[in-house]
């Protein structure tokens, strides 16, 4: 019983805390000023195609990365052929709220726990 409230309280981290990352636009005139190296970015080419890459080089006239679905295969866009591009940040206000949030859902659920199980060993006590 114990170790099923541990994993409840592991699975809800984790979703609060995927939820701290949002993709935020890039400046389409200076992209080499706002992404760095190892930075994920989704590329929306002029032709529809969508480029989920890790950064791996930024030249004058052209992005180099590495795919995020498989690492073993690059990528090169040149700038011409974007029409736009979304840089993965983290958003320091959905992060103050998952901390806040498990601060104060942690004691709630163990005192749930502490109920619980006290109420269980009365019920098999009678």
Excluded at 76 to 87: A, G, M, R
Aim: aromatic share 6%.
């Amino acid at each position: 019983m114990h170790t099923i409230y541990h994993r409840y309280v592991c699975w809800i981290v984790i979703f609060c805390m995927v939820g701290c990352t949002s993709m935020k636009p890039v400046e389409h005139e200076s992209p080499e000023q706002s992404i760095q190296f190892k930075d994920r970015i989704l590329v929306y080419e002029k032709n529809g195609r969508i480029v989920d890459m890790k950064v791996v080089k930024i030249e004058q006239n052209q992005i180099t990365g590495s795919l995020t679905e498989d690492p073993l295969s690059s990528v090169s866009i040149h700038f011409d052929d974007i029409e736009k591009i979304e840089l993965e940040s983290v958003d320091g206000g959905k992060t103050v709220l998952a901390v806040v949030g498990g601060i104060l859902l942690l004691p709630i659920l163990l005192l749930g726990l502490l109920f619980g199980v006290a109420e269980s060993v009365e019920s098999n006590s009678q």
